[in-house]
């Protein structure tokens, strides 16, 4: 482990969530809590859905090969509707606070180029959790590497 998770344990909301790296889709490795099981991914449309059980956390991951300029700004463009913010040279995100019948849910949508591919994803979770949550989600997208350049 590297950088923000390099112990493998991270305070979140004044509690120890410790992660580990999973591969996703496109070889793309991704830190993500180890309360996300395995068996929790769910492969559907070339997209890969992580929670656990009774959890409010969710990350939904997806690989384009967009590979020329305008197919990124294109897509892009469609994905986020309007401008995103910037977490870093390739990565991007856009928030949102939706409210549903029983709670308000919040949404980082992202965008992170590597090795001219790009993984679009979303996070989502209880708006209350929103504020601990954000940053480490921004840590890693930022922590996110190909799988044939670093081992598990």
Avoid at 30 to 57: C, G, H, Q, R, W
Wanted: charged share 25%; glycine share 6%.
């Amino acid at each position: 482990m590297k950088g923000f998770f390099k112990d493998g344990v991270v305070m979140v909301g004044g509690k120890k969530v410790a992660f580990v790296q999973k591969e996703v889709r496109g070889g793309y490795l991704m830190y993500m809590p180890e309360f996300f099981a395995e068996d929790a991914a769910i492969v559907t449309n070339y997209s890969y859905f992580y929670s656990a059980d009774k959890s409010p956390l969710s990350i939904a991951v997806k690989f384009s090969a967009a590979t020329a300029l305008a197919d990124k700004s294109k897509l892009l463009e469609s994905y986020f509707k309007e401008a995103p913010e910037s977490a870093g040279e390739s990565v991007h995100y856009r928030e949102t606070v939706t409210q549903s019948q029983y709670m308000s849910v919040y949404c980082l949508r992202f965008s992170v180029e590597k090795d001219g591919g790009m993984l679009l994803g979303c996070f989502n979770c209880s708006a209350a959790y929103k504020d601990d949550w954000k940053p480490v989600v921004l840590e890693i997208l930022k922590d996110i590497s190909p799988a044939d350049k670093q081992a598990l």
